[in-house]
């Protein structure tokens, strides 16, 4: 049996190598494919959003543009003036529709027997509630504080409180009690309980 290899060149499995050879060769290209259709893809992109871009800068300036001629033909005076025509006006409706009979009924339920009324004087303030400035005459502090407790507890006087106290000649005390009116926020009057025979 002879050994040696006698051929003056020897023999290379050539195949395999260019088996594997044109494998890569497959794998480059199509890798290559998919690269190029995905750079013409973001580019196509890239593309349509600039010009999304500048279509929307370009309605931008031109809305910022309308702004500012929209603003130079606004006169700040006429705002003015409508506005506080419009408080007036506001002020006058909740002056109308401000119920003497209701505040008054609401004093005959809360009012201790040994506080008077002298005076009453409503306020509307800027944020639209109503101030009120009662003026009492009492027989002593008590009685004050008596009557701030049951005008909160019927939910339609509240913060309220004696901003004035001093003794009249008679011995009396005279107190400006004041606080936030809420004109149809009072609590309904607690049902009377029937005496039962017994």
Sequence with gaps: MIRTNLSTRPFYNERAVQLWLLVLAVIVAVATVVNIARVIRYSQS???????ASRDEARAADLRAEATRLRATVDLKEIDLASTEARQANALI????FSWTELFNQ???TFPANVRITSVQPTLTENGNMLLAINVVARAVDDVDELIGNLEKTGAFTNFLSVQESFNAEGMLVATVEGTYLPGRAAPPAPATEAKPQ
Aim: net charge negative.
């Design 107 to 109: 004093f005959e339920t």
């Design 46 to 52: 890239d593309t349509e959003l600039a010009t999304q």
């Design 94 to 97: 909740d002056r109308r529709t």
